[in-house]
């Protein structure tokens, strides 16, 4: 193979690398998000479970 082809290759190669690690960063972000509102909901459940319990001795 010529080096023209080599170079090719490997400016792919460099590409996919760098998509890969973009892809990585943003997976860790909407993980972080998903937890962070997983965490709301949790809340906001209780939140509405305790405004619940305190409708039903009304």
Excluded: C, P, Q, W
């Excluded at 090719?8 to 990585?24: A, T």
Aim: charged fraction near 40%; avoid cysteine; proline fraction near 0%.
């Amino acid at each position: 193979m010529s080096d023209k082809l080599f170079n090719e290759l490997e400016g792919r190669i460099i590409s996919l690398i760098n998509v890969v690690d973009e892809l990585k960063l943003e997976n860790d972000r909407l993980k972080n998000e998903n937890d962070r509102l997983n965490g709301e909901r949790a809340g906001l459940r209780s939140r509405i479970d305790s405004i619940l319990k305190k409708l039903e001795g009304v």
